[in-house]
C-alpha cells in the first residue's frame, strides 16, 4: 500500500506520473482543490455535529448528501452545485468544481457487517443521517487519456483516513472499500 505523507508531494507525484491536462482543471491544481474540498466537507460535519445545525436534538452527522450542507453555511455554493446526487438540486446539471464532482457515501464495506450510512436517527427527518460515520467521493466530472485521481474521505469506524487511486473514469464510488479491497485499489493519503 502506497502512503502519501502530503498534498504537496502528492502533486509533485501526479504530475510526473500521470501528466496534466490543460485544458481542463483536473490537472493537479484542480486535483488539489479537490482534496482540499473534502477536508472542508470533514470540517463542515464536524460542525454540524457539534451545533446541532438541523435542531434535532441527536448529535448525528448529515449523511444524504453534499449540497445539504449548504443550507446551513457549512460548504461554499460551488462545492454544494458539484454534488452529483443532490436530494434538493440547486442546479439543473452538477457543476464540476475545477473538473470534480462529489458524492456521500451511502455504505460503510470496511465492517464484518457493512454499514448503511444513510440512517433516520430522529424518526422525522428520513435517512440522511448518521450518529457517528460520514464519508465522501470526489471524482473527475469527465473521462480523459491522462489517469486522475479520485479520492475518499470519512469518519468513523476504518474510515478516519483519506483513500485515492488513478482513474480514468467518471465513476463515483458509493461505499467505502473493505480491507481487501483497499489494500488492493487505495493508497492512503495523509
Known amino acids: 500500500m502506497i502512503r502519501v505523507k502530503s498534498t ?16 481542463n482543471d483536473t490537472g493537479p491544481d484542480g486535483q488539489d482543490k479537490a482534496f482540499r474540498a ?9 460542525d454540524y ?6 435542531k434535532n436534538g441527536i448529535r448525528d452527522f448529515w449523511t444524504g448528501d453534499v449540497s445539504g450542507l449548504f443550507q ?6 460551488e462545492v454544494a452545485e ?6 434538493h438540486p440547486l442546479v439543473k446539471q452538477p457543476k464540476a468544481y475545477h473538473g470534480y464532482l462529489f458524492v ?26 448518521h450518529k457517528s460515520r460520514f464519508a465522501f467521493c470526489a471524482f473527475p ?9 479520485i479520492y475518499l474521505r470519512g469518519y468513523g469506524g476504518d474510515m478516519g483516513v483519506v483513500l485515492g487511486r488513478k482513474t480514468k473514469g467518471v465513476e463515483p464510488v458509493r461505499r ?10 487505495w493508497a492512503i493519503i495523509d
Not at 455535529?49 to 438541523?54: H, I, R
Not at 458539484?82 to 436530494?87: E, G, I, K, N, T
Open 8 to 23: 504537496s508531494r502528492l502533486l509533485l507525484v501526479l504530475a510526473l506520473s500521470v501528466g496534466c491536462d490543460a485544458r
Open 38 to 46: 473534502l477536508a472542508g466537507l470533514n470540517s463542515a460535519e464536524i
Open 49 to 54: 455535529l457539534e451545533k446541532d445545525l438541523d
Open 72 to 77: 446551513y453555511g457549512l460548504i461554499p455554493r
Open 82 to 87: 458539484a454534488d452529483a446526487f443532490p436530494l
Open 104 to 129: 456521500s457515501l451511502e455504505w460503510d464495506d470496511s465492517e464484518q457487517i457493512p454499514e448503511n450510512l444513510l440512517q433516520d436517527t430522529d424518526e422525522k427527518s428520513g435517512k440522511v443521517h
Open 141 to 149: 466530472a469527465a473521462t480523459g487519456e491522462n489517469f486522475r485521481w
Open 176 to 185: 467505502w472499500p473493505n480491507a481487501k479491497e483497499r489494500s488492493a485499489h
